[in-house]
């Protein structure tokens, strides 16, 4: 199994919510998830992530990334 490969199927296992939610309190909205940024300190929220996409996004400071970068940043 080459690296590429082992990334792909973590990637499958894996539910970046289920992930992300262990340290951020997200609520569904709509198609998304959102909540408080745990890179920058903020009241209202704008941590954002999409289960489809495999992906995170926040609109306050900027951070994004997936599963993977997620998990290093933090």
Same mark, same amino acid.
């Given at each position: ?10 990637? %499958?296992? *894996?539910?970046? #919510?289920? #992930?992300?939610?262990?340290? #951020? %309190? *997200? =609520? &569904?909205?709509?198609?998304?998830? =959102?909540?408080? $940024? @745990? !890179?920058? %300190?903020? &009241?209202? @929220?704008?941590f954002?992530v999409?289960?489809?996409?495999? *992906? !995170? &996004?926040? /609109?306050? $400071?900027?951070?994004?990334?997936? *599963? !993977?970068? /997620? #998990?290093? &940043?933090?």
């Open positions: 199994m080459n690296d590429r490969s082992a990334i792909d199927e973590i990637r %499958a296992r *894996l539910d970046i #919510v289920d #992930v992300i939610g262990e340290t #951020v %309190a *997200l =609520k &569904k909205t709509g198609g998304t998830y =959102k909540g408080l $940024c @745990p !890179f920058h %300190a903020e &009241k209202t @929220p704008s954002n999409n289960r489809e996409r495999g *992906l !995170f &996004k926040c /609109f306050g $400071c900027g951070e994004s990334g997936d *599963l !993977f970068s /997620f #998990v290093m &940043k933090t």
